[in-house]
């Protein structure tokens, strides 16, 4: 599966602002993967920010994870009706500043890496679209 990310922008200290992940092709149903939203500062790794498990099937319990640095302030969701996902981040700070990608893997390998979900198996990631929080 194939997504792309929207939404970013530059933006003020405190405020919000909502990324969305969809599929590229409309025969893919995001519903049946788990999609995690990662994020790069500038001159740093990429990481972790939040995870929504499928939906659907057997692993299908739409579980959420996030990274200890945006508990409480970010929320992510399916909106089944737009195969999207949405990454709704409220207070931005400006550590929250890099380019944010979204991509999609098998529900069972974030099952397998439990806590770790940022180490399963995410074979398909999108372009990025930046965020840039100002103080």
């Known amino acids: 599966v194939q997504v792309v990310e929207s939404g970013g922008g530059l933006v003020q200290l405190g405020v919000s602002l909502t990324l969305s992940c969809a599929a590229l092709?409309?025969?893919?149903?995001?519903?049946?993967?788990?999609i995690g939203w990662f994020r790069q500062a500038p001159g740093k790794e990429c990481d972790g920010a939040a995870c929504?498990?499928?939906?659907?099937?057997?692993?299908?319990?739409?579980?959420?994870y996030y990274a200890d640095s945006v508990k409480g302030r970010f929320t992510i969701s399916r909106d089944d009706a737009r195969n999207t996902i949405h990454l709704q981040m409220n207070d931005l700070k400006p550590g929250d500043t890099g380019v944010y990608y979204c991509a999609a893997a098998h529900p069972n390998s974030v099952l397998w890496a439990g806590d770790n979900w940022w180490q399963a198996d995410f074979g398909s990631w999108g372009q990025g679209t930046q965020v840039t929080v100002s103080s």
């Open positions: 092709s409309a025969g893919f149903n995001l519903a049946y993967y788990a």
């Open positions: 929504l498990m499928s939906g659907e099937g057997t692993t299908g319990d739409g579980r959420t």
